[in-house]
């Protein structure tokens, strides 16, 4: 894939993935009560509805990050900044971790797995683009080869 069709595949990608964590996380934070809680016992708590919001803006700025670095050809760079972007649609599955999560109402469902399912399609789209930062880098933009000995 060249360079121009994965800035429009990422492009896509994260647009997709940006308006559906802004409604997954706005649910999240304004409804928090409706959501279900770990138990007392449990390794992890959950986080106050003060840190989903804070992670929301945290996360998005990687994925901000990560698309200026695209755009400046620091394709590696890139791929770790939107690889840390991707969390905030995976950590959606810790919803899952919980007594109750599948109880919640359908619409709720559908955007936390479609949030979950964007953070996969980012981690992936992340991973291809580090495996190939050698063939998406321009030929001039890369260090000249040492000379042969």
């Known amino acids: 894939m060249s360079y121009l069709r994965a800035t429009r595949v990422l492009g896509w ?38 840190v989903v919001a804070v992670a929301w ?8 990050v990560g698309l200026l670095l695209w ?17 905030s649609g995976l950590v ?3 919803h899952y971790t919980v007594p109750g999560a599948t109880d919640m109402v359908w619409w709720r469902q559908a955007h936390v797995v479609t949030d979950i399912v964007c953070g996969a ?10 495996r190939n930062a050698g063939a998406l880098i321009p030929p001039g933009a890369k260090p000249p080869a040492p000379p042969a000995a």
């Open 57 to 64: 803006f945290v996360f998005t700025a990687l994925g901000a």
């Open 13 to 50: 990608l994260l647009g997709i993935a940006v308006l559906v964590s802004v409604v997954h996380y706005v649910d999240n934070y304004v409804n928090y009560d409706d959501y279900p809680v770990p138990g007392p016992d449990a390794a992890v708590p959950a986080p106050s509805a003060t």
């Open 92 to 94: 959606g599955l810790a």
């Open 121 to 130: 399609a980012v981690l992936g789209f992340a991973l291809w683009a580090a």
């Open 71 to 87: 755009f400046r050809r620091h394709i590696t760079s890139a791929a770790i900044a939107l690889t840390g972007y991707s969390v």
